[in-house]
């Protein structure tokens, strides 16, 4: 698999396995969403740990900061015409 396939596995298609997808599995107004905003791609895992940047819980940044995100670096990690894939994890 991609790596923008088993994070769209990971979030989107296990909330809709969960029956979890109108309130979880995509970055979208008016869904929960935990998220870490990383530096760089963030598939280049090695270097992970160290550019973590922020982290959101539920829609609430709890460490970091988030700066601006340009619609295309966005869309960069995921396939076109999907939402961005969020967090799957029911809370």
């Known amino acids: 698999m991609a790596p923008?396939?088993?994070?769209a596995a990971t979030?989107?298609?296990a909330a809709e396995l969960l029956g979890v997808a109108g309130?979880?599995?995509?970055?979208?107004?008016?869904k929960r969403a935990d998220v870490v905003v990383v530096d760089?791609?963030?598939?280049?895992l090695a270097t992970l740990p160290e550019?973590?940047?922020a982290v959101v819980k539920d829609g609430r940044l709890v460490a970091g900061h988030v700066g601006t995100v340009t619609a295309v670096s966005a869309r960069a990690?995921?396939?076109a015409g999907g939402a961005a894939p969020g967090t799957a994890t029911p809370g």
């Open 11 to 13: 979030t989107s298609s």
């Open 23 to 30: 309130e979880l599995g995509t970055l979208e107004p008016g």
């Open 77 to 79: 990690a995921w396939p």
């Open 4 to 7: 923008a396939e088993v994070l």
């Open 40 to 44: 760089g791609d963030p598939f280049e």
């Open 51 to 53: 550019r973590i940047a």
